[in-house]
């Protein structure tokens, strides 16, 4: 991973500064822009003591790439890369785990609303293959609204093996397939939990559906054969957080 990166839009921006404002190298901001606008996220970005550059908008435009800047843009210091190792600390010190678990989902925008759905359902981790799977890019940072400087994400080395670890640990899981027999509401999330989901189009690799205690479906109305990844995972994850509360 790069040293630095940029964090595109006012989400992104706002919890960068507020959770990890050590990492905030500085501030790009539109010239001209008005200040009652982004008057708060520069208020704060000064109290930190960071920098705050005005520029063009085709300065800017440049660094957010093809992603909507909002007129601002933070060069950022990018958390540490979470392993095998990590996930494993985090399992322990969780009260009662929760993780989504995405196998070779490799589209950044749906990794990014992934996050953001796990950010809302109270997710401790979300996992993700070292190889063959989106990372934390800007447009990632960017398509989950700045969620992915909340929920960890962790790349280990060997799904399955991560799989087999984690049932060790006490941790049932799930993987989600249309034709499986057992309905999403069928099932019992108030105990450590994992819900696996696959890549877009392919769904789970055969090896990642053997290592699941249960496979279930999401019930759909009939001609609806899959739903896009993100979407899987906050109806998984919000029945969890339901049967939780």
Not at 28 to 41: F, M, N, S, T, W
Not at 135 to 150: D, E, K, Q, Y
Not at 167 to 175: D, F, P, Q, S, T
Request: proline letters at 4%; a neutral charge.
């Amino acid at each position: 991973m790069s040293n630095e990166l940029w964090l595109i839009g006012t989400h992104p921006v706002q919890t960068a500064l507020e959770r990890h404002a050590e990492r905030v190298l500085e501030l790009r901001v539109v010239r001209g822009d008005p200040e009652k606008r982004l008057g708060g996220l520069l208020d704060q970005a000064r109290r930190a003591g960071i920098a705050i550059q005005r520029t063009d908008i085709n300065a800017l435009n440049k660094v957010a790439g093809a992603e909507r800047h909002q007129g601002i843009a933070a060069r950022f210091r990018p958390l540490p890369t979470l392993h095998d190792g990590d996930l494993a600390e985090l399992v322990e010190k969780a009260d009662n785990p929760l993780l989504l678990i995405l196998d070779q989902v490799q589209d950044p925008h749906n990794l990014g609303a992934c996050l953001r759905v796990a950010a809302a359902s109270g997710v401790d981790a979300v996992v993700v293959p070292k190889d063959r799977a989106a990372g934390l890019t800007p447009a990632v940072h960017r398509a989950s609204a700045g969620t992915s400087l909340i929920v960890p994400l962790v790349q280990v080395t060997n799904l399955a093996r991560c799989l087999e670890q984690l049932k060790a640990a006490g941790v049932w899981i799930a993987g989600a397939a249309g034709e499986a027999e057992q309905s999403l509401y069928q099932l019992d999330y108030r105990g450590p939990f994992a819900f696996v989901l696959g890549a877009e189009g392919e769904g789970m690799r055969k090896l990642t559906r053997d290592k699941c205690d249960h496979l279930l479906r999401i019930p759909m109305a009939a001609g609806v054969e899959s739903l896009n990844v993100s979407v899987a995972a906050g109806v998984c994850l919000f029945e969890a957080l339901r049967q939780r509360q």
